[in-house]
Nanobody
Framework: QVHLVESGGGSVQAGGSLRLSCAAS????????MGWFRRTPGKGREGVAT???????SYVDSVKGRFTISQDKAKNTLHLQMDTLKPDDSGMYYC????????????????WGQGTQVTVSS
């Protein structure tokens, strides 16, 4: 059974950085796609970044060049390094795992953590 626990959220001023972490268990890394999603008041839930079983990464346009997704399979940990943060990045961030390896944002098979709050002030 997949279990995901996020940490690392907090409050930061615009231009600052945060590093989110996700402790994952029950993941078959030979198949799964891992990702970060966020829920914001203006846009609802959107995909932020994914990393597939081969290490290929994908980002939503609004975070390209600022956010970096990475994973440490040996430590069962997923990270999201967020730099040059903007107020529009504020929201609840969720770690997610798709067990069939489908990295499409709207796949119905994503498993979710409980989320960690990110607040960016101007």
């Amino acid at each position: 059974q997949v279990h995901l626990v996020e940490s690392g959220g907090g409050s930061v001023q615009a231009g600052g950085s945060l590093r989110l972490s996700c402790a994952a268990s029950g993941i078959d890394y030979s198949r799964s796609c891992m990702g970060w999603f966020r829920r914001t008041p203006g846009k609802g839930r959107e995909g932020v970044a994914t990393i597939d079983k081969n290490g290929f990464t994908s980002y939503v346009d609004s975070v390209k060049g600022r956010f970096t997704i990475s994973q440490d399979k040996a430590k069962n940990t997923l990270h999201l390094q967020m730099d040059t943060l903007k107020p529009d990045d504020s929201g609840m961030y969720y770690c997610a795992a798709e067990p069939d390896g489908d990295c499409y944002w709207r796949s119905p098979n994503w498993n979710w953590g409980q989320g960690t709050q990110v607040t960016v002030s101007s």
